[in-house]
């Protein structure tokens, strides 16, 4: 039984880089998308175009959906030195740095409104900004975004690399959102995820292999 | 070196006439601007469109900027319209991050250290004489330096620029400071800028609140604003009510005010609602007339939330209908900013504005305004007391 989060909540995922946070935020954009949602992507680490070609190898086409139920917000492109995309026609919201904080909360808030709310917001990843700004900035960020994606977007996820934060940083996130969900390495590197909490919601927080695409990981 | 470049002495315009007008012409020279907020908003707008107006009128306009690369902030500019690259003299603070060359002339080259930063920046005051200065911004410093040099380096650029009689612009966005800090900026600069933004029903709206510090100086309400391609900043009321008695003339008020105009009537009556947009001087707003009839009040009511300012249309000839038009006014809730047209006011037994005042028992401070409808008189005029009064500037 596969179910969507819930509207007006925020959600981290937790998880050791390489452990697939990405090709499950595909995978949770394939089904919005298909359930008809309209999806932003906050993109700190990868490009537009690699988002495109990789989520094409997983057989999702987001750039059908782009421009209408789709759009990226691209904090990645301007810092980038590489020469900057080729136009694609498609709206996307550039974001000039990793630090401004507030550029990224204004782009999001115009991302909805372009596609209209709710919009389902995918965040990859706030660890990135911790290399650009204090965490005290980005705390604060955290919270007033959070706020504003649960009261007038709608909900937001955001991915987080594990083990590469200090533990308080990490359980202030965590305190900040309704619900963690968690992925790891086995000894023998299979890979499981489980739903830690989820707020105004009973789980089985037990852990459970997942391979490539988890069609069914979470039972909300 | 230009070196015959001199700031300018002129007060220094916002381009909004509405603000220019309160502040006398615009901001003095030499003065200090703080653009702040606490949470995300669309500030920098009010940065880019200050530097730009200064660049039209000629002066020169140094715009620091610690985020964006210089490309994309000239790219991000020309939605502004056309400028001389000349007059507005970029500082760029990210191609020495990115370890590139740096396409302008000033560039920070070590943005590890604040007295680099503070090099670049007075060195480029002192060449170009730059009549505006925009920070763009001091969160950026505050994030990365200890706070008393942050404090240290904001207080010599005010005195830089004091000296060479600009008036300097600084954006910050407080993400770390508590407030006795905060009350300590404040007490450096001559006006804070605040501002807002919130979404709602999925639309993002802006507004400013522009105070100047000391107990005698100019403090606004919130001003909505909205920005234009080409043309900059605007105030923008998105909804104005016009209102009142049947057949009073509001939809002909409606037409005449806007350059476009839709009316949903029946046989000359309007049934749903009359609407136009509003263009002139320097404001934009989205008008809806509301029938006069009794039984569309239902209408009344789904139009009368967030209603910036009502303009409450009464047929100067028709005494018998006032008492209707007073409770139309409670319809819209009594902290609405209203004003009062005295409609038909060319007509045999025309009601004067005071007699009109006194028979509503109205408040002192709420005009009532002569108009001919039909022939354009009086309206725009009315529109203008009522967004002054919207943004607390009359």
């Not at chain 1, 900057?84 to 919201?93: A, D, L, Q, V």
């Not at chain 2, 470049?5 to 309160?22: C, F, N």
């Not at chain 2, 001559?190 to 802006?206: A, K, T, Y």
């Not at chain 2, 900013?337 to 045999?348: E, T």
Request: hydrophobic content about 45%; glycine content about 6%.
């Amino acid at each position: 039984m596969e179910e969507r989060f819930p509207t007006n909540y925020s959600v981290l995922l937790a998880g050791p880089p390489g452990v697939g946070k990405f090709e499950y935020l595909l995978a949770r954009i394939r089904e919005d998308l298909r359930l008809g949602e309209k999806v932003a992507f906050v993109t700190l680490d990868m490009s537009p175009a690699d988002i495109r070609s990789r989520a094409k190898a997983l057989h999702i086409d987001l750039s059908a959906h782009e421009g209408k139920s789709f759009v990226f917000v691209d904090c990645y492109s301007a810092t980038s030195s590489d020469r900057p995309e080729p136009p694609t026609g498609k709206k996307t919201f550039l974001v000039s740095s990793f630090s401004n904080l507030e550029g990224i909360g204004m782009a999001m808030g115009k991302a909805g409104q372009e596609l209209g709310t709710p919009v389902r917001i995918y965040f990859y990843t706030i660890s990135t900004l911790f290399l650009h700004n204090s965490s005290q900035a980005i705390a604060k960020f955290f919270q007033i975004i959070t706020s504003r994606a649960k009261s007038n977007l709608g909900f937001i996820l955001y991915a987080v690399h594990e083990g590469v934060h200090e533990t308080m940083t990490m359980n202030l996130l965590r305190s900040l959102v309704d619900g963690v969900i968690e992925m790891r390495f086995t000894d023998s590197m299979d890979r499981e995820i489980r739903v830690h909490h989820m707020r105004g919601y009973t789980v089985d927080a037990t852990w459970r292999r997942f391979s490539q695409l988890p069609e069914a990981v979470v039972n909300l | 070196m230009p070196a015959a470049a001199r700031a300018p002495t002129e007060r220094a315009k916002t381009g909004i006439p509405i603000l220019d007008q309160r502040l006398e012409g615009g901001f003095p020279r030499p003065c200090t601007l703080l653009l702040f907020s606490d949470k995300p908003t669309e500030k920098r707008i009010f940065g880019e469109n200050f530097a730009v107006q200064g660049a039209r009128s000629g002066e020169r306009s140094l715009y620091v900027d610690f985020f964006r690369a210089p490309q994309l902030a000239r790219g991000e500019l020309k939605r502004f319209g056309p400028v001389d690259p000349a007059k507005l003299i970029l500082v760029d603070a990210t191609s020495s991050q990115l370890l590139l060359p740096s396409p302008e002339r000033y560039h920070i080259d070590d943005i590890s250290n604040l007295e680099t930063i503070r090099e670049a920046i007075v060195a480029a005051m002192r060449a170009e004489k730059p009549g505006r200065i925009v920070i763009d911004s001091m969160e950026f410093l505050m994030d990365r330096f200890p706070k008393e040099d942050v404090l240290r380096l904001w207080r010599e650029l005010i005195q830089a620029a004091h000296a060479a009689g600009a008036v300097i612009c600084f954006l910050f966005i407080n993400w770390t400071l508590a407030e006795q800090d905060l009350q300590q900026i404040r007490s450096m600069v001559e006006f804070v800028i605040e501002f807002q933004s919130s979404l709602r029903g999925g639309i993002v709206r802006n507004s400013m609140r522009v105070s100047q510090m000391g107990e005698a100086g100019v403090k606004t309400n919130w001003i909505p604003y909205a920005f234009k391609d080409l043309i900059g900043l605007t105030v923008y009321f998105p909804r104005i009510l016009v209102t009142g008695p049947f057949n009073a003339g509001k939809s002909t008020i409606v037409r005449a005010l806007s350059e476009k105009s839709v009316s949903i009537d029946r046989m000359g009556t309007t049934v749903a609602f009359d609407y136009g947009n509003v263009n002139v001087f320097g404001i934009e707003a989205e008008i809806f007339g509301t029938p006069g009839q009794e039984r569309f009040e239902f209408i009344f009511k789904i139009f009368a939330r967030e209603v910036s300012g009502v303009l409450l249309v009464i047929d100067a000839t028709r005494p018998d209908e006032l008492p209707r038009a007073k409770q139309m006014l409670d319809l819209v809730g009594s902290r609405i900013p209203y004003v009062v047209l005295a409609n038909k006011s060319d007509l045999p037994g025309a009601l004067a504005a005071s007699d009109i005042a006194r028979r509503m028992d109205l408040p002192e401070d709420v005009p009532v305004v002569p108009t001919v409808a039909t022939e354009d008189r009086g309206v725009r005029d009315a529109l203008l007391i009522l967004a002054e009064m919207i943004i607390g500037v009359r």
